[in-house]
């Protein structure tokens, strides 16, 4: 029993030492009110950008941030990497400073810089599909303050 124990402990210790967290900090255009973070390892969603990592705003900054627990820079740098998006899809992908496409990011930086959005989603007011002639459009109502 004592054994199986200092097992456990020693299993717990080495588990503290070895699991390591990987700070992910972007620096964002001027008045992005979302970002988040989507890539190829299962904790950034397997590139599901409806399911990516809804990233901290930090005060004072156009800035966010988020540690991802249980994975390590090297974690990141091995897969096919990440991007950042501002809403909960790929037409918010981040943009070259041209608005070209953004190549998969392998190694987080401190801070990576975003230098522009596809599309800039707003979360503010009310959305809705209307179909005109056949075709589907979506539609956001935006409310005053």
Same mark, same amino acid.
């Given at each position: 029993m004592k054994r199986l124990?200092? #097992? #456990?402990?020693l299993? $717990?210790?080495?588990?503290i030492v070895? $699991?390591e967290?990987?700070?992910?900090?972007?620096?964002? @255009?001027e008045?992005t009110?979302?970002?988040?973070v989507?890539g190829? #390892?299962?904790e #950034?969603s397997?590139?599901?950008?409806?399911?990516?990592? %809804?990233?901290?705003?930090?005060?004072?900054?156009? &800035?966010?941030?988020?540690?991802?627990?249980g994975?390590?820079?090297?974690d990141?740098?091995?897969?096919?990497?990440?991007?950042?998006v $501002?809403? %909960?899809d790929?037409?918010y992908?981040?943009?070259?400073?041209?608005?070209?496409?953004?190549?998969?990011?392998k190694s987080?930086g401190? @801070?990576?810089?975003?230098a522009? *959005?596809r599309?800039?989603y707003?979360?503010?007011?009310?959305?809705e599909? *209307?179909?005109?002639a056949?075709?589907?459009?979506?539609? &956001?109502?935006l409310l @005053?303050?």
């Open positions: 124990l200092l #097992l #456990l402990v299993h $717990c210790v080495l588990c070895h $699991c967290n990987v700070t992910f900090r972007v620096n964002v @255009p008045g009110k979302h970002c988040f989507v190829g #390892l299962p #950034l397997s590139w599901a950008a409806g399911a990516a990592v %809804p990233m901290n705003k930090v005060d004072g900054l156009n &800035q966010f941030a988020i540690t991802i627990e994975i390590t820079a090297e990141v740098a091995a897969s096919d990497g990440y991007k950042y $501002c809403g %909960p790929w037409k992908v981040e943009v070259t400073s041209s608005g070209g496409e953004m190549s998969n990011r987080v401190n @801070p990576d810089v975003v522009g *959005w599309n800039v707003a979360q503010e007011g009310i959305v599909t *209307w179909t005109i056949d075709k589907e459009y979506d539609v &956001q109502i @005053p303050d």
